[in-house]
């Protein structure tokens, strides 16, 4: 099971840091990604890190303001979200690959978290 945490209201040009931890399951045995999904539209990639975490992909949208990492040692991966805008705010769901390497590609995951809501006001 995995357990996206960390949304909430924040200011445009502000930084939020949402976490996706999981239990019964060993992380490093996964790649990861984020995904989220605004009101009425489709569930779009945000971004991805392979299983050693050497290896990171980001939305065009997002590059050089968000940043995916991973902690194994404590079954946790990270988005870092800064200098966000009002088309950010949706809601971010972290989602689990059992493969080396995942991309953006919603059928690449098997596994789904249940997102948590992040909104930007302008």
């Known amino acids: 099971q995995l357990q996206a945490s960390g949304g909430g209201l924040v200011q445009a040009g502000g930084s939020v840091s949402l976490s996706c931890a999981a239990s019964?399951?060993?992380?490093?045995?996964?790649?990861m990604g984020w995904f989220r999904q605004a009101p009425g539209n489709v569930r779009e990639f945000v971004a991805a890190?392979?299983?050693?975490?050497?290896?990171?992909d980001y939305a065009d949208s997002v590059k050089g303001r968000f940043t995916i990492s991973r902690d194994n040692a404590k079954n946790t991966v990270y988005l870092q979200m800064n200098s966000l805008k009002p088309e950010d705010t949706a809601v971010y769901y972290c989602?689990?690959?059992?493969?080396?390497?995942?991309?953006?590609?919603?059928?690449?995951?098997?596994?789904w978290g249940q997102g948590t809501l992040v909104t930007v006001s302008s």
């Open positions: 019964g399951r060993t992380l490093s045995s996964y790649s």
């Open positions: 890190i392979s299983r050693s975490g050497r290896s990171t």
């Open positions: 989602a689990a690959a059992s493969r080396v390497v995942a991309g953006p590609e919603l059928y690449e995951y098997d596994y």
